[in-house]
């Protein structure tokens, strides 16, 4: 069974940079296509980016391209997301999925993604 523990959100102010981190458990971490998701309050989750099981095929949202990078790091069993100038709209918490069941498509739904962190917190002040 894997479990997936996100970290490094934070408060950070307009304009500024956080790496989010994903560490997931288990020894097949290396077999799934891996997500990051974000929810701001009142509003639904949102796709950020996704990244295959190899990383070497990406995929971001139109919101988050130029701005976002995810990445992996296989034999460490961890996957990131790296913002960079931050908006106060992208204030939310940020959670770290898995697609565990297919590996020919990155998915951009919620729906295909089995495992799920707790989440993270980001908040941008303006």
């Known amino acids: 069974q894997v479990q997936l523990v996100e970290s490094g959100g934070g408060l950070v102010q307009a304009g500024g940079s956080l790496r989010l981190s994903c560490a997931a458990s288990?020894?097949?971490?290396?077999?799934?296509?891996m997500g990051w998701f974000r929810q701001a309050p009142g509003k639904e989750r949102e796709f950020v980016a996704a990244?295959?099981?190899?990383?070497?095929?990406?995929n971001f949202a139109d919101s988050f391209k130029g701005r976002f990078t995810i990445s992996r790091d296989n034999a460490k069993n961890m996957v990131y997301l790296q913002m960079s100038s931050l908006k106060a709209e992208d204030t939310a918490a940020y959670y770290c999925?898995?697609?565990?069941?297919?590996?020919?498509?990155?998915?951009?739904?919620?729906?295909?993604?089995?495992?799920w962190g707790q989440g993270t917190q980001v908040t941008v002040s303006s």
């Open positions: 990244i295959s099981s190899s990383g070497g095929n990406k």
């Open positions: 288990g020894r097949t971490f290396s077999s799934y296509n």
């Open positions: 999925a898995a697609d565990r069941r297919h590996r020919a498509v990155i998915f951009t739904v919620a729906s295909f993604y089995d495992v």
